[in-house]
């Protein structure tokens, strides 16, 4: 499916996500989960770890212990993984591939800027799937871009499909970004705005939600359920990091030149740069 030019091209941002990584207890039933219904394919296997994708293209990192306490809602950490959809007829295949399946859904929305619908895998992790409307659908009259909580139209959704069957994510898809559950977001806007380099695309009551290159957000964080939280505490499963790939070299030393004035400890390797946002999520950037 060809994707119109209208539509925001995610590799040309600045900043934007690559892969997600995750601490879970059953590591079969979790991966199982992920290439049953989100069609994701296993790119690499080993003892205690499960890459999956879609083609060549890492999206999702599965870091297997059962010794792991269960994921706390209420903690800081992972609000949800949103894999986008290419096109609108991708999104519309899945949901009839979902509803086909009786896979439990959590909601569905239309904010405007997509369309998207809501899940959660075996251990909580909160998965969002959605398609993005045109660039010129995000914007009101004073160039912000507006989003909102709507009703979806799912049988209109549905039409989009045209017959077409599910045969797993598409190549052409990518994690379209990261919702994060932070303490505060104060505090969030002092790591990912100041430090990262990412614009405050839009705010709700109690988020910040955080794009680059004109994109609605690659990242948000909110303290609808984590309001006050502190440090995740080690052992626990649920988000361990987010791959971030950085454009350009020069942004990714201008990163790491503001970590280090913040006092933010950076672990650099061959691949990039590491740090650590202020409730332990790791942040791995990459040229």
């Not at 069957?165 to 970004?177: D, V």
Request: negative net charge; charged residues 20%; aromatic residues 8%.
């Amino acid at each position: 499916m060809t994707r119109d030019t209208e539509y925001f091209d995610m590799k040309a941002a600045p900043i934007r996500i690559g892969a997600v990584r995750l601490k879970v207890r059953d590591l079969d039933a979790v991966s199982s989960f992920y290439q049953t219904v989100l069609g994701l394919s296993p790119i690499e296997t080993s003892d205690g770890r499960v890459t999956l994708g879609t083609g060549e293209t890492p999206l999702l990192q599965l870091l297997g212990d059962p010794a792991l306490a269960p994921h706390d809602p209420r903690q800081a950490g992972l609000f949800h993984t949103a894999f986008l959809m290419p096109t609108r007829a991708d999104l519309a295949c899945w949901v009839a591939h979902v509803a086909e399946a009786r896979v439990p859904l959590q909601g569905a929305s239309d904010h405007i800027v997509s369309e998207a619908l809501y899940l959660a895998d075996p251990e909580g992790n909160g998965i969002e799937v959605y398609a993005d409307r045109p660039v010129s659908d995000w914007h009101g009259e004073s160039g912000e871009i507006r989003m909102s909580t709507d009703p979806l139209d799912v049988p209109d959704l549905l039409k989009s499909a045209k017959g077409t069957a599910w045969s797993g994510f598409p190549e052409g898809g990518s994690i379209g970004h990261v919702h994060l559950q932070v303490g505060d977001t104060a505090e969030a806007d002092r790591f990912y705005r100041d430090v990262l380099g990412l614009d405050i695309a839009a705010r709700y009551p109690g988020a910040s939600f955080y794009g680059s290159g004109g994109y609605h957000h690659q990242f948000a964080g909110n303290v609808w359920n984590s309001r006050r939280a502190g440090k995740r505490i080690e052992g626990m499963a649920g988000l361990d990091a987010v791959e971030i790939m950085v454009r350009d070299v020069a942004d990714l030393a201008a990163i790491g030149a503001r970590a280090d004035s913040a006092g933010i400890e950076i672990i650099k390797d061959t691949g990039g740069l590491t740090l650590h946002d202020p409730w332990g999520t790791g942040i791995i950037l990459k040229n």
